[in-house]
């Protein structure tokens, strides 16, 4: 393999043991062999689409794994913590703050990948009709006790519902699927005319992350803007707006529903070696950036102010203060 830090031309050309989900091509460059723990896991770049994905999968059956074994793999814990729920009650908000202009009243909506629930209980409490749909079984279970919210234990594959949703929401969701054109399209078919389907996924492209920490083992694939748009008219969707957002970080899609899986042309749209390139500047960029050996500063009073706001308290104790004030 080709050092990618020696590199001022892709590597050399390889074939994927499965094809990009864009552009169905199995050309590829490796860019990376390790996860973020120096573990082996090779993510590729597909030569066509700039899709980086990994491959092959780690999973002798990932929809399994994430029913039961993803969240003691990642966190180390059955259950969320009390920090973990006062953290990701903070995000709801913040979430729900930027995309309240797609609710009317009474709006049905349907929380994709709903975890401890955080976001399913801010929506019920602001009054909207909603339910979330979570495949891993603990924290889910532990949504629908703690914080008795409507919450439907299973994958994407076999999420039932009667229901028609005028918002769909899948935070930090998508780049675990193993399936996604499969999935989004398929739960489109849950969406009203005009609903919209809004999603945040990491942005690879993130200067301000070390290149060997972009690389989590439950990551199946990383995105950039353009190719988050362009998987997204694979399935079947037609991008309203596509971009990072706060720092980089993250990106922010949202998308409305076509009607029909997209078409292979649409892949032409983008430049594999732009996206390549941009992603090995940032690795260099982050190192000649000060501030970036510093992160922790802020990082542990953050944790201080999450555990010292959350101790001895319920799940619903700490939302409830969080939401209610």
């Known amino acids: 393999m080709v050092n990618i830090e020696n590199m001022s031309t892709p590597a050399t050309l390889i074939q ?11 050309d590829a460059y490796e860019i990376c062999s390790r996860d ?41 814990v059955l259950n969320p913590k009390p920090k973990h729920i006062y953290r990701a009650g903070k995000v709801a ?13 009474g709006a049905q909506c349907l929380d994709a990948g ?15 009709d909603v339910q979330g749909v979570e495949a891993n079984i603990p924290y889910a279970e ?14 994407f594959s076999e999420f039932q519902s009667e229901d028609k949703f005028d918002l769909i929401t899948m935070f930090h969701v ?46 199946l694939f990383s995105f950039t803007d353009k190719t988050l748009s362009l998987l997204l008219g694979m399935a079947g969707f037609k991008t309203i707006s596509c971009s990072p957002i ?9 998308f409305e529903r076509l009607g ?4 292979i042309s649409i892949m032409q749209s983008t430049n594999f070696t732009q996206i390549y390139y941009q992603l090995l500047k940032g690795k260099w960029s982050y190192r000649f950036n000060i501030s970036n050996y510093f992160k922790f500063v802020p990082k542990i009073l953050k944790q201080f102010a999450e555990k010292s706001s959350s101790k001895e308290k319920s799940g619903r104790d700490i939302l409830d203060n969080l939401y209610l004030s």
Not at 142 to 155: G, M, T
């Open 142 to 155: 532990y949504s629908k006790a703690e914080l008795d919210i409507d919450v439907n234990i299973s994958p």
């Open 93 to 105: 908000m913040h979430r729900f703050s930027r995309l309240n202009k797609y609710l009317s009243k």
């Open 174 to 219: 998508l780049e675990h699927l193993e399936n996604p054109v499969r999935d989004l399209s398929y739960l489109g078919g849950f969406l009203k005319p005009g609903g919209k389907l809004v999603i945040e996924v990491p942005n690879i492209l993130y200067p301000n992350m070390a290149f060997s920490h972009k690389w989590h083992p439950g990551h």
């Open 36 to 76: 973020r723990h120096g573990k082996a896991l090779r993510n590729i770049i597909s030569a066509n689409s700039g899709l980086i994905y990994v491959d092959p999968v780690p999973f002798e059956n990932t929809e399994e794994f994430y029913k039961t074994e993803y969240r003691k793999s990642y966190k180390g």
């Open 114 to 128: 709903s975890s401890s629930g955080e976001f399913v209980y801010l929506l019920k409490m602001e009054g909207f």
């Open 260 to 263: 029909e899986l997209g078409d």
């Open 16 to 26: 994927a043991t499965r094809a990009c989900p864009i552009s169905d091509s199995k």
């Open 246 to 254: 706060g720092d980089g970080g993250n990106l922010w899609g949202v």
